[in-house]
């Protein structure tokens, strides 16, 4: 009987450990290397043959996102949405990556909640091969799933239905960063982007983050 008490706690504690989602985005925040704006390169592989090979992309914890797709498209992003393009159609691979610079608890916490994210819920998920804390709920549109000991950002759910994966997490210099995206929406896989190069961008300023630039 003592042994299969022991047995049945070893199989509950693991589980049992979820920490509260303020407690969970504080450590994400302490994980992080400082928040720096950073260029990026990346190959896009979609499902339309007809979408880009390559694409740039900016991140700034301030400015935003700003993509350019390297065949005349450029697209500005903030707080999850386009603010600034020089096109009409919003690519379906467009992925959201804010999430892996924002430089405060509160920043992050106000973009989450805007988006849908319920902060007073956390559950306890696998995640691949590792636990994850689901912040929102694995039932709710919206959810951000958060790896549990190294606390990197491993999947964004999004309340329109995208879903987007960030895997292969290693070091550029001293940014640590996924070298995959997963863009998926209800019908599977979209695209996959492999940055191919990642570079710290101090001259960029928010002021970059314009539909100036978009029309440049």
Known sequence: MMALMVWLLALILPWAYILPPDRVLDQVIQARSSAVPVSLRLALDGVDPTWPKEIR???????????DDLQGGRWVVRRGRVVA?????IPAW???????????????????????????RSELAR??????FVIGGRDSSAQLWVEKD??????WVVAFG?????????????????????????????????VRTLEPAPQLSPNDFSDRWTRL
Do not use: M
Request: include cysteine; aromatic fraction near 8%; hydrophobic fraction near 40%.
């Open 57 to 67: 992309i900016d991140l700034h914890p301030v400015g935003g996102v700003r993509i």
């Open 85 to 89: 393009a020089n096109q009409a159609q």
């Open 94 to 120: 467009l992925p959201q990556l804010e999430l892996l610079s924002f430089p405060t608890v509160d920043s992050l916490s106000l973009f989450l909640e805007d988006s849908g994210v319920d902060l007073l």
């Open 127 to 132: 995640c691949g091969a590792d636990d994850c």
């Open 150 to 155: 190294g606390f990197e950002l491993r999947t």
């Open 162 to 194: 995208k879903r987007f994966d960030l895997t292969r997490y290693r070091d550029w210099g001293k940014i640590r960063f996924p070298s995959k995206i997963e863009v998926l929406d209800g019908s599977g896989r979209l695209a996959t982007l492999d």
